[in-house]
């Protein structure tokens, strides 16, 4: 909301030429409109002001899509364990030029950024031979008369591409998440912490802009002449010159400020402990791992620990985040080729070879183990064999 000046001196002040006013002694009352800047919610707005510039987002997005894409995966067949299917083996190289780890880290990379991935199949002669992942900014959804997608358009380098999605063999595949708000689309996490991203990230822009300023906040010179009158044009041009040349920048940290008679310097900025600048970004910090699953303690973020210790917060990251996220990739992906392999596929993690599960794993061992009324085929079938 704007302001009018109603001082009686503020049209007398409007008359006069800049250089007077300029130069014009006395108070001055500023007002100006503030008006928060905030992120585009868009896969590329997020990826360059969260991924590729903040380093909480940057460091959550990595150890969510690191972590997840290191789980082994298992094939069953029914009931049945199949290590040496098909689907097991293109799973663990998509394609040419990416591994399996490679692969599924980009995909849940596309997810949390973008809160959609799409899987390009290459088929031939009904063989599944590689899989492909699509960027999300450069898909967008062909709807029907009714509303609902029958096609997906891929732009890149100028053309574009048309994957329809009713298809004889295997069409593409797409994965998102929960949006409450989009039939089509899914939500990214990193949307739910946009207010802490750029909060995050004007602070660090504020604090590298106060070393830029010698480390001081900023300020004025106030002009108070014993005798009255006010600087000249020339005094006033050559003042301001002085003061950016010789007292700005971080290599002119410390050096005296030399006032003539008149001149008296009142500060106009907060502190940086007066803005509490600290817990100001790690309370940010936090936030933006709130809406990631990933606990504090992980990113070495001090307050709010609410974990006993560092094993039972990782721990809580397997169990709340990854395997949910794994579940239900595996899920979509076991449904999805059941076009080309049949039904009965089930894509499952291999929770056995997990690290930070392998306390719960030994528990559940260890009640199975001295369970006396079952017999062999029931313990084998309780812990997942």
């Not at 980009?106 to 390009?120: I, Q």
């Not at 088929?123 to 899989?131: D, H, S, T």
């Not at 210790?309 to 899920?331: C, S």
């Given at each position: 909301m704007k302001f009018r000046s109603f001082l009686p001196w503020a049209s007398m002040a409007a008359r006069k030429p800049m250089s007077e006013r300029k130069a014009a002694s006395g108070f001055m009352s500023l007002a100006a409109e503030g008006r928060a800047s905030w992120t585009g919610r868009s896969y590329a707005a997020l990826s360059r002001e969260g991924f590729m510039r903040n380093p909480v987002a940057h460091r959550c997005v990595r150890l969510v899509s690191e972590t997840t894409a290191s789980v082994p995966i298992l094939l069953y067949e029914g009931d049945r364990e199949r290590p040496d299917h098909p689907l097991l083996?293109?799973?663990?190289?998509?394609?040419?030029?990416?591994?399996?780890?490679?692969?599924?880290?980009?995909?849940?990379?596309?997810?949390?950024?973008?809160?959609?991935?799409?899987?390009?199949?290459?088929?031939?002669?009904?063989?599944?031979?590689?899989?492909?992942?699509?960027?999300?900014?450069r898909i967008s959804i062909v709807e029907g008369r009714d509303g609902w997608p029958e096609a997906y358009d891929y732009r890149a380098g100028g053309s574009v591409r048309r994957f329809p999605l009713e298809t004889d063999g295997l069409g593409l595949l797409h994965l998102k998440l929960f949006h409450p708000l989009d039939d089509h689309l899914g939500f990214p996490p990193l949307a739910a912490a946009q207010v802490a991203l750029d909060l995050?990230?004007?602070a660090a822009t504020w604090n590298k802009a106060l070393l830029d300023n010698s480390a001081r906040p900023s300020g004025a010179l106030v002009y108070q002449p014993k005798e009255g009158?006010?600087?000249s044009p020339d005094q006033y041009e050559r003042l301001k010159l002085e003061l950016d040349e010789g007292y700005s920048g971080p290599m002119r940290a410390g050096r005296p400020l030399l006032l003539e008679g008149g001149l008296d310097w009142k500060s106009m900025g907060l502190s940086p402990r007066d803005m509490d600048f600290v817990e100001a970004r790690n309370g940010a910090a936090r936030d933006i791992a709130l809406a990631f699953g990933v606990p504090p303690m992980l990113l070495g973020i001090p307050g709010d620990n609410t974990y006993a210790?560092?094993?039972?917060?990782?721990?809580?990251?397997?169990?709340?985040?990854?395997?949910?996220?794994?579940?239900?990739?595996?899920?979509?992906?076991s449904a999805w080729a059941a076009g080309i392999y049949g039904d009965g596929l089930r894509l499952e993690p291999d929770l056995d070879r997990v690290a930070g599960l392998a306390s719960e794993r030994d528990q559940l061992w260890m009640r199975v183990g001295s369970a006396t009324f079952l017999t062999d085929e029931e313990k084998r079938q309780a812990v997942g064999y």
């Open positions: 083996a293109l799973l663990r190289q998509p394609n040419g030029r990416m591994g399996g780890p490679d692969f599924f880290e980009a995909l849940y990379g596309h997810l949390l950024l973008s809160g959609n991935a799409y899987v390009e199949p290459l088929a031939i002669g009904g063989q599944l031979r590689e899989l492909h992942l699509l960027r999300p900014d995050s990230n004007a009158g006010n600087l210790n560092y094993q039972e917060a990782n721990r809580a990251f397997y169990r709340l985040t990854v395997l949910p996220m794994l579940t239900r990739t595996a899920a979509s992906l």
